[in-house]
Protein backbone atom coordinates (compact mmCIF):
# COMPACT_ATOMS: atom_id res chain seq x y z
CA UNK A 1 0.00 0.00 0.00
CA UNK A 2 1.20 3.42 -0.64
CA UNK A 3 2.31 5.52 1.83
CA UNK A 4 1.53 9.03 0.38
CA UNK A 5 -0.94 10.65 2.37
CA UNK A 6 -3.92 12.67 0.88
CA UNK A 7 -3.92 16.54 1.66
CA UNK A 8 -5.01 17.53 5.26
CA UNK A 9 -3.71 21.23 5.12
CA UNK A 10 -7.39 23.50 5.68
CA UNK A 11 -9.34 20.43 5.82
CA UNK A 12 -13.15 22.00 7.57
CA UNK A 13 -14.88 19.55 9.76
CA UNK A 14 -17.51 17.15 8.05
CA UNK A 15 -21.29 18.19 7.86
CA UNK A 16 -23.28 15.67 10.11
CA UNK A 17 -24.65 12.52 8.43
CA UNK A 18 -28.11 13.05 6.56
CA UNK A 19 -30.67 10.97 7.75
CA UNK A 20 -31.61 7.58 5.95
CA UNK A 21 -34.46 9.10 4.66
CA UNK A 22 -33.32 12.09 3.76
CA UNK A 23 -30.36 11.09 1.73
CA UNK A 24 -32.75 8.43 -0.62
CA UNK A 25 -35.26 11.49 -1.42
CA UNK A 26 -31.92 14.07 -2.06
CA UNK A 27 -30.52 11.79 -4.39
CA UNK A 28 -33.57 10.65 -6.29
CA UNK A 29 -34.77 14.64 -6.65
CA UNK A 30 -31.27 15.54 -7.71
CA UNK A 31 -31.47 12.44 -10.47
CA UNK A 32 -35.06 13.39 -11.69
CA UNK A 33 -34.13 16.52 -12.41
CA UNK A 34 -30.73 15.02 -14.52
CA UNK A 35 -33.24 12.53 -15.99
CA UNK A 36 -31.15 11.39 -19.13
CA UNK A 37 -32.76 12.15 -22.82
CA UNK A 38 -35.46 9.89 -24.77
CA UNK A 39 -34.75 7.89 -27.34
CA UNK A 40 -36.91 5.69 -30.17
CA UNK A 41 -35.87 2.40 -29.85
CA UNK A 42 -37.22 -0.60 -31.84
CA UNK A 43 -39.53 -3.09 -29.74
CA UNK A 44 -37.25 -6.20 -29.36
CA UNK A 45 -34.51 -3.27 -27.86
CA UNK A 46 -36.41 -1.89 -24.99
CA UNK A 47 -36.54 -4.26 -22.34
CA UNK A 48 -35.27 -3.36 -18.89
CA UNK A 49 -35.76 0.71 -19.91
CA UNK A 50 -38.85 2.98 -19.56
CA UNK A 51 -41.07 4.79 -20.97
CA UNK A 52 -40.49 8.15 -21.67
CA UNK A 53 -43.76 9.15 -23.25
CA UNK A 54 -47.22 7.36 -22.42
CA UNK A 55 -48.26 3.97 -24.45
CA UNK A 56 -51.29 4.39 -26.19
CA UNK A 57 -53.31 2.47 -28.57
CA UNK A 58 -52.72 3.37 -32.32
CA UNK A 59 -56.40 1.66 -32.84
CA UNK A 60 -59.09 -0.01 -30.87
CA UNK A 61 -58.20 -2.97 -29.02
CA UNK A 62 -59.23 -5.03 -30.92
CA UNK A 63 -59.80 -3.29 -33.82
CA UNK A 64 -62.40 -4.94 -35.55
CA UNK A 65 -65.37 -7.86 -34.06
CA UNK A 66 -63.06 -11.14 -33.34
CA UNK A 67 -64.16 -14.24 -32.93
CA UNK A 68 -63.00 -16.06 -29.44
CA UNK A 69 -64.17 -19.51 -30.41
CA UNK A 70 -63.76 -21.66 -33.38
CA UNK A 71 -67.60 -22.19 -34.77
CA UNK A 72 -70.05 -20.78 -37.06
CA UNK A 73 -71.00 -17.16 -37.58
CA UNK A 74 -74.83 -17.38 -38.30
CA UNK A 75 -77.53 -14.61 -39.22
CA UNK A 76 -81.17 -15.72 -37.66
CA UNK A 77 -82.71 -18.30 -36.88
CA UNK A 78 -81.47 -22.05 -37.63
CA UNK A 79 -80.81 -24.47 -39.24
CA UNK A 80 -78.47 -22.39 -41.36
CA UNK A 81 -76.65 -22.93 -44.66
CA UNK A 82 -73.14 -22.66 -44.99
CA UNK A 83 -71.74 -20.13 -47.91
CA UNK A 84 -68.45 -19.87 -46.82
CA UNK A 85 -65.37 -20.26 -44.06
CA UNK A 86 -63.66 -17.72 -42.28
CA UNK A 87 -59.79 -17.72 -41.21
CA UNK A 88 -57.90 -15.48 -39.33
CA UNK A 89 -56.03 -12.76 -41.26
CA UNK A 90 -58.82 -12.37 -43.68
CA UNK A 91 -61.66 -9.52 -44.32
CA UNK A 92 -65.22 -11.54 -44.27
CA UNK A 93 -68.06 -11.03 -47.11
CA UNK A 94 -71.16 -10.04 -44.79
CA UNK A 95 -73.60 -12.20 -44.20
CA UNK A 96 -76.32 -10.89 -46.07
CA UNK A 97 -79.42 -13.02 -45.60
CA UNK A 98 -81.47 -14.62 -42.60
CA UNK A 99 -80.84 -18.69 -42.39
CA UNK A 100 -76.91 -18.32 -43.58
CA UNK A 101 -73.70 -19.13 -41.87
CA UNK A 102 -70.08 -19.52 -42.43
CA UNK A 103 -67.51 -21.48 -40.38
CA UNK A 104 -65.20 -19.23 -38.87
CA UNK A 105 -62.13 -19.36 -36.63
CA UNK A 106 -60.65 -18.18 -33.40
CA UNK A 107 -59.51 -14.97 -33.65
CA UNK A 108 -60.96 -14.47 -37.31
CA UNK A 109 -62.93 -11.52 -38.18
CA UNK A 110 -66.84 -11.54 -37.58
CA UNK A 111 -68.40 -10.88 -40.87
CA UNK A 112 -70.89 -7.85 -41.08
CA UNK A 113 -74.68 -9.18 -40.61
CA UNK A 114 -73.52 -12.07 -37.95
CA UNK A 115 -76.03 -12.05 -35.45
CA UNK A 116 -74.32 -15.03 -33.15
CA UNK A 117 -71.59 -17.41 -33.37
CA UNK A 118 -72.35 -20.59 -32.39
CA UNK A 119 -69.20 -23.26 -30.89
CA UNK A 120 -68.33 -25.69 -33.06
CA UNK A 121 -68.89 -28.50 -30.34
CA UNK A 122 -72.50 -27.57 -30.04
CA UNK A 123 -73.29 -27.65 -33.62
CA UNK A 124 -74.42 -30.70 -35.70
CA UNK A 125 -74.14 -30.32 -39.36
CA UNK A 126 -76.69 -32.32 -41.33
CA UNK A 127 -76.82 -32.24 -45.41
CA UNK A 128 -75.07 -29.11 -45.83
CA UNK A 129 -77.01 -27.20 -42.79
CA UNK A 130 -75.80 -26.54 -39.27
CA UNK A 131 -78.13 -26.91 -36.25
CA UNK A 132 -77.52 -25.85 -32.83
CA UNK A 133 -78.28 -23.05 -30.58
CA UNK A 134 -75.73 -20.05 -29.75
CA UNK A 135 -74.98 -18.99 -26.27
CA UNK A 136 -76.73 -16.42 -25.48
CA UNK A 137 -73.67 -14.80 -23.92
CA UNK A 138 -71.96 -12.81 -27.67
CA UNK A 139 -69.10 -15.69 -28.39
CA UNK A 140 -67.07 -12.82 -29.49
CA UNK A 141 -65.08 -9.73 -28.60
CA UNK A 142 -66.07 -5.38 -29.55
CA UNK A 143 -63.62 -3.54 -31.17
CA UNK A 144 -62.75 -1.44 -28.17
CA UNK A 145 -63.11 -3.82 -25.69
CA UNK A 146 -60.08 -3.80 -24.37
CA UNK A 147 -58.96 -0.09 -25.08
CA UNK A 148 -60.02 2.91 -27.53
CA UNK A 149 -58.40 4.68 -29.70
CA UNK A 150 -55.70 6.77 -28.23
CA UNK A 151 -56.39 5.73 -25.03
CA UNK A 152 -53.23 6.22 -22.20
CA UNK A 153 -52.46 2.43 -21.09
CA UNK A 154 -49.61 3.09 -19.19
CA UNK A 155 -47.90 6.37 -17.85
CA UNK A 156 -44.61 7.71 -18.76
CA UNK A 157 -41.88 6.61 -15.99
CA UNK A 158 -43.06 2.54 -16.26
CA UNK A 159 -40.32 -0.14 -16.71
CA UNK A 160 -40.33 -2.18 -19.65
CA UNK A 161 -40.67 -5.70 -19.17
CA UNK A 162 -41.77 -9.10 -21.38
CA UNK A 163 -45.56 -7.60 -20.57
CA UNK A 164 -45.23 -4.20 -21.41
CA UNK A 165 -43.17 -5.11 -25.22
CA UNK A 166 -46.45 -7.55 -25.72
CA UNK A 167 -48.90 -4.70 -25.17
CA UNK A 168 -47.12 -2.00 -27.31
CA UNK A 169 -46.84 -4.41 -29.84
CA UNK A 170 -50.57 -5.28 -29.93
CA UNK A 171 -51.35 -1.72 -30.00
CA UNK A 172 -49.62 -1.52 -33.40
CA UNK A 173 -46.88 0.13 -32.08
CA UNK A 174 -43.20 -0.75 -33.70
CA UNK A 175 -40.92 1.25 -31.43
CA UNK A 176 -41.32 3.53 -28.12
CA UNK A 177 -39.59 6.54 -26.86
CA UNK A 178 -37.86 5.25 -24.14
CA UNK A 179 -34.58 6.42 -21.27
CA UNK A 180 -31.64 5.43 -22.77
CA UNK A 181 -30.23 3.48 -19.96
CA UNK A 182 -27.70 5.01 -17.88
CA UNK A 183 -24.01 3.95 -18.05
CA UNK A 184 -22.67 3.34 -15.24
CA UNK A 185 -18.67 2.77 -14.11
CA UNK A 186 -16.66 1.43 -11.26
CA UNK A 187 -13.36 2.42 -10.03
CA UNK A 188 -12.19 -0.07 -7.11
CA UNK A 189 -9.44 1.45 -4.95
CA UNK A 190 -6.92 -0.22 -2.75
CA UNK A 191 -3.10 -1.60 -3.35
CA UNK A 192 -3.97 -4.17 -0.31
CA UNK A 193 -6.28 -5.63 -3.13
CA UNK A 194 -6.18 -9.15 -4.88
CA UNK A 195 -7.61 -9.92 -7.99
CA UNK A 196 -6.97 -13.57 -8.49
CA UNK A 197 -6.93 -16.59 -6.28
CA UNK A 198 -6.91 -16.79 -2.15
CA UNK A 199 -6.56 -13.88 0.18
CA UNK A 200 -3.36 -14.10 2.31
CA UNK A 201 -0.04 -12.24 3.26
CA UNK A 202 -2.22 -9.68 4.82
CA UNK A 203 -3.63 -8.99 1.17
CA UNK A 204 -7.61 -9.26 0.79
CA UNK A 205 -9.50 -10.49 -2.65
CA UNK A 206 -11.46 -7.61 -4.48
CA UNK A 207 -15.36 -9.05 -3.72
CA UNK A 208 -16.97 -5.48 -5.39
CA UNK A 209 -14.87 -5.34 -8.55
CA UNK A 210 -15.94 -8.84 -10.12
CA UNK A 211 -19.96 -7.93 -8.00
CA UNK A 212 -20.89 -4.40 -8.42
CA UNK A 213 -21.11 -4.48 -11.98
CA UNK A 214 -23.57 -7.09 -11.69
CA UNK A 215 -25.82 -4.83 -9.86
CA UNK A 216 -25.56 -1.65 -11.29
CA UNK A 217 -27.03 -3.90 -14.67
CA UNK A 218 -30.04 -5.16 -12.20
CA UNK A 219 -30.73 -1.56 -11.53
CA UNK A 220 -31.06 -1.29 -15.26
CA UNK A 221 -27.20 0.39 -16.53
CA UNK A 222 -24.81 -0.25 -18.82
CA UNK A 223 -21.20 -1.07 -17.79
CA UNK A 224 -18.97 -2.82 -19.72
CA UNK A 225 -16.12 -4.70 -18.75
CA UNK A 226 -13.52 -1.45 -20.05
CA UNK A 227 -15.83 0.54 -17.37
CA UNK A 228 -14.34 -1.70 -14.66
CA UNK A 229 -10.89 -0.39 -13.77
CA UNK A 230 -8.55 -1.53 -10.68
CA UNK A 231 -7.54 -1.64 -8.02
CA UNK A 232 -6.47 2.05 -8.62
CA UNK A 233 -2.99 3.01 -6.94
CA UNK A 234 -3.43 4.50 -3.60
CA UNK A 235 -2.37 7.94 -4.95
CA UNK A 236 -4.14 10.83 -5.11
CA UNK A 237 -2.86 11.76 -8.78
CA UNK A 238 -3.77 8.32 -9.83
CA UNK A 239 -7.41 8.77 -8.06
CA UNK A 240 -7.77 12.08 -10.00
CA UNK A 241 -6.58 10.64 -13.37
CA UNK A 242 -9.20 7.23 -13.04
CA UNK A 243 -12.17 9.46 -11.96
CA UNK A 244 -11.54 12.27 -14.23
CA UNK A 245 -11.24 9.46 -16.85
CA UNK A 246 -14.09 7.45 -16.03
CA UNK A 247 -16.05 10.37 -16.33
CA UNK A 248 -15.75 10.88 -19.87
CA UNK A 249 -18.17 8.18 -20.91
CA UNK A 250 -20.08 7.18 -17.77
CA UNK A 251 -23.47 9.18 -16.07
CA UNK A 252 -22.52 7.24 -12.83
CA UNK A 253 -19.01 6.03 -11.52
CA UNK A 254 -18.79 4.08 -8.68
CA UNK A 255 -15.70 3.75 -6.07
CA UNK A 256 -15.14 1.53 -3.76
CA UNK A 257 -13.16 2.63 -0.58
CA UNK A 258 -11.41 5.54 0.14
CA UNK A 259 -14.69 7.16 1.73
CA UNK A 260 -13.10 7.87 5.09
CA UNK A 261 -10.37 10.64 5.53
CA UNK A 262 -7.37 8.32 6.02
CA UNK A 263 -3.88 8.25 5.28
CA UNK A 264 -4.77 6.85 1.72
CA UNK A 265 -8.40 7.65 1.56
CA UNK A 266 -7.99 10.32 -1.30
CA UNK A 267 -11.72 10.17 -2.66
CA UNK A 268 -13.21 13.59 -0.61
CA UNK A 269 -9.60 15.33 -2.31
CA UNK A 270 -10.15 13.93 -6.04
CA UNK A 271 -13.66 15.44 -6.00
CA UNK A 272 -12.55 18.71 -4.60
CA UNK A 273 -10.08 18.60 -7.54
CA UNK A 274 -12.71 17.43 -10.04
CA UNK A 275 -15.13 20.62 -8.82
CA UNK A 276 -17.91 18.33 -7.80
CA UNK A 277 -20.75 19.42 -5.34
CA UNK A 278 -21.86 17.18 -2.58
CA UNK A 279 -25.38 15.70 -2.70
CA UNK A 280 -24.73 13.46 0.67
CA UNK A 281 -21.65 12.78 2.20
CA UNK A 282 -21.93 9.83 4.82
CA UNK A 283 -25.53 8.73 6.07
CA UNK A 284 -26.77 7.89 9.41
CA UNK A 285 -27.44 4.25 8.63
CA UNK A 286 -25.43 1.04 9.66
CA UNK A 287 -23.27 -0.74 7.99
CA UNK A 288 -22.22 1.72 5.66
CA UNK A 289 -22.54 4.89 6.89
CA UNK A 290 -19.66 6.92 5.38
CA UNK A 291 -20.85 6.85 1.65
CA UNK A 292 -21.55 9.37 -0.17
CA UNK A 293 -22.80 10.91 -3.78
CA UNK A 294 -21.25 14.18 -5.46
CA UNK A 295 -22.37 16.04 -8.29
CA UNK A 296 -20.81 17.54 -11.58
CA UNK A 297 -21.86 19.81 -14.52
CA UNK A 298 -20.19 20.51 -17.21
CA UNK A 299 -20.58 23.95 -18.99
CA UNK A 300 -22.51 22.32 -21.79
CA UNK A 301 -25.61 21.25 -18.80
CA UNK A 302 -24.47 17.16 -19.09
CA UNK A 303 -24.40 16.32 -14.83
CA UNK A 304 -22.57 13.02 -13.80
CA UNK A 305 -22.39 11.55 -10.70
CA UNK A 306 -19.98 9.82 -8.27
CA UNK A 307 -21.07 7.51 -6.34
CA UNK A 308 -18.64 6.72 -3.21
CA UNK A 309 -19.15 2.94 -1.75
CA UNK A 310 -17.22 2.06 0.93
CA UNK A 311 -14.66 -0.60 1.06
CA UNK A 312 -16.48 -3.08 3.03
CA UNK A 313 -18.39 -5.56 0.99
CA UNK A 314 -21.62 -5.76 2.47
CA UNK A 315 -21.35 -1.47 3.41
CA UNK A 316 -20.67 -1.07 -0.45
CA UNK A 317 -24.15 -2.98 -1.26
CA UNK A 318 -25.90 -0.70 1.37
CA UNK A 319 -24.67 2.29 -0.26
CA UNK A 320 -25.88 0.85 -3.31
CA UNK A 321 -29.51 0.36 -2.16
CA UNK A 322 -29.90 3.58 -0.10
CA UNK A 323 -27.56 5.89 -2.66
CA UNK A 324 -27.46 4.28 -6.56
CA UNK A 325 -30.90 2.59 -6.50
CA UNK A 326 -33.08 5.82 -6.05
CA UNK A 327 -30.26 8.07 -7.55
CA UNK A 328 -30.93 5.72 -11.01
CA UNK A 329 -34.80 5.53 -10.51
CA UNK A 330 -34.90 9.97 -11.00
CA UNK A 331 -31.99 9.21 -13.98
CA UNK A 332 -34.92 6.88 -15.52
CA UNK A 333 -37.64 8.89 -15.56
CA UNK A 334 -39.10 6.35 -12.86
CA UNK A 335 -40.78 6.93 -9.74
CA UNK A 336 -39.35 6.94 -5.96
CA UNK A 337 -39.17 3.40 -4.97
CA UNK A 338 -41.65 2.47 -2.86
CA UNK A 339 -40.61 -0.19 0.42
CA UNK A 340 -42.81 -3.32 0.51
CA UNK A 341 -43.16 -4.27 4.09
CA UNK A 342 -43.15 -7.47 5.94
CA UNK A 343 -43.40 -8.82 9.36
CA UNK A 344 -40.17 -9.81 11.23
CA UNK A 345 -40.25 -13.15 12.19
CA UNK A 346 -37.51 -12.64 14.87
CA UNK A 347 -36.32 -9.37 16.88
CA UNK A 348 -33.83 -7.00 15.28
CA UNK A 349 -31.55 -4.96 17.43
CA UNK A 350 -31.76 -1.05 16.38
CA UNK A 351 -28.27 1.05 16.19
CA UNK A 352 -29.13 4.14 18.26
CA UNK A 353 -29.30 7.45 16.44
CA UNK A 354 -28.91 5.61 13.31
CA UNK A 355 -31.29 3.78 11.01
CA UNK A 356 -30.09 -0.34 10.75
CA UNK A 357 -30.45 -1.85 7.69
CA UNK A 358 -30.50 -5.89 8.91
CA UNK A 359 -30.06 -8.39 6.43
CA UNK A 360 -33.37 -10.78 5.87
CA UNK A 361 -34.60 -13.59 3.94
CA UNK A 362 -38.17 -13.43 3.11
CA UNK A 363 -41.13 -15.93 3.65
CA UNK A 364 -43.32 -13.80 0.52
CA UNK A 365 -46.37 -16.32 1.00
CA UNK A 366 -46.27 -15.53 4.57
CA UNK A 367 -45.09 -11.54 4.23
CA UNK A 368 -42.42 -12.52 6.78
CA UNK A 369 -38.79 -11.70 7.44
CA UNK A 370 -36.11 -13.78 8.88
CA UNK A 371 -33.04 -12.27 9.77
CA UNK A 372 -30.13 -13.72 8.92
CA UNK A 373 -26.58 -14.34 10.29
CA UNK A 374 -22.57 -13.84 8.81
CA UNK A 375 -23.59 -9.95 8.54
CA UNK A 376 -20.56 -8.23 9.59
CA UNK A 377 -19.39 -4.96 7.53
CA UNK A 378 -17.05 -7.33 5.49
CA UNK A 379 -19.17 -10.09 5.44
CA UNK A 380 -21.41 -11.11 1.92
CA UNK A 381 -22.02 -14.92 3.49
CA UNK A 382 -25.42 -13.36 4.73
CA UNK A 383 -25.87 -11.32 1.60
CA UNK A 384 -26.18 -14.50 -0.33
CA UNK A 385 -28.49 -15.76 1.00
CA UNK A 386 -30.82 -12.84 1.41
CA UNK A 387 -33.72 -10.91 -0.36
CA UNK A 388 -33.35 -7.87 0.64
CA UNK A 389 -32.65 -5.36 4.15
CA UNK A 390 -35.45 -4.82 6.85
CA UNK A 391 -35.18 -1.14 8.14
CA UNK A 392 -35.12 -0.49 11.76
CA UNK A 393 -35.66 3.40 12.30
CA UNK A 394 -33.29 5.46 14.62
CA UNK A 395 -33.90 5.16 18.19
CA UNK A 396 -36.16 1.73 17.87
CA UNK A 397 -35.83 -1.90 17.95
CA UNK A 398 -37.56 -3.95 15.31
CA UNK A 399 -39.44 -6.54 18.05
CA UNK A 400 -40.93 -9.85 16.70
CA UNK A 401 -44.23 -8.83 14.77
CA UNK A 402 -43.87 -6.03 14.14
CA UNK A 403 -44.31 -4.66 10.26
CA UNK A 404 -41.16 -3.03 9.21
CA UNK A 405 -40.19 -1.48 5.54
CA UNK A 406 -38.03 -3.92 3.63
CA UNK A 407 -35.46 -2.46 0.42
CA UNK A 408 -35.46 -5.46 -2.08
CA UNK A 409 -31.92 -6.78 -3.82
CA UNK A 410 -32.19 -5.48 -7.20
CA UNK A 411 -33.83 -8.43 -9.66
CA UNK A 412 -32.68 -8.78 -13.50
CA UNK A 413 -34.81 -6.54 -15.85
CA UNK A 414 -38.42 -7.24 -16.43
CA UNK A 415 -38.58 -10.14 -12.87
CA UNK A 416 -41.06 -9.03 -10.44
CA UNK A 417 -41.26 -9.47 -7.12
CA UNK A 418 -44.29 -11.79 -6.41
Do not use: K
Request: proline share 11%; with cysteine; glycine share 12%.
Amino acid sequence: MSTETAPTAGRVAAPPPAGWEEARSRVYAVGLAAALPAVARPLVDTDGLTLAEPLTTRTELPAFPTSSVDGWAVRGTGPWRVVGRVLAGNTPTPLAEDGTTVEIATGAMVPEGATAVLRIEESTVTGGLVSGTPRPTPEWRQPGEEAYADEELLPVGTPVDPAVIGLAASCGHDTLRVRRAPRAALLVFGDELLTAGPPGAGRVRDALGPAVPAWLRRYGCHVRPSDVVGPVADTLPAHVAAVRAALTSADLVCTTGGTMHGPVDHLHPTLEALGADYVVNTVAVRPGFPMLLARLADHDGRVRFVAGLPGNPQSAIVALVSLVAPLLAGLQGRSMPVLPQATLAEAVPGRGDHTHLALVRLDRAAGTAYPVRHVGSAMLRGLAGADGFAVIRPGTNGAQGDRVPIVPLPLLPGERVS
